[in-house]
């Protein structure tokens, strides 16, 4: 027994739709797959910014530790302020 007219314009109307959804699903699919690459490029992006102000966080961390030593307090009272231990003789060159 053959299928009658109507059940197979029935069925190619529905393998239409069937392919037109799959059409749709592979584009959006494509459309994902181009996002997620951009989403990782930028995610790597951050992830290197955060690398680097840690980095940076760290050097602003040594240079506090430099600045509340004694060394860095002599060399700006004897750069700034021209001080000097009471034991020590100063040589000025002429001019």
């Not at 940076?56 to 307090?73: C, F, H, M, Q, W």
């Amino acid at each position: 027994m053959r299928p009658s007219k109507g059940n197979r314009c029935g069925m190619y109307v529905i393998a239409a739709i069937v392919m037109v959804l799959l059409v749709g699903l592979l584009v959006q699919s494509q459309e994902l797959g181009a996002s997620n690459k951009q989403y990782e490029a930028k995610k790597a992006e951050l992830q290197q910014q955060i690398q680097d102000e840690e980095v940076r966080a760290g050097e602003i961390e040594n240079l506090k530790d430099y600045v509340d030593s004694t060394e860095y307090i002599e060399k700006i009272a004897r750069e700034k302020l021209g001080l000097v231990y009471e034991d020590e003789t100063i040589f000025k060159a002429e001019e």
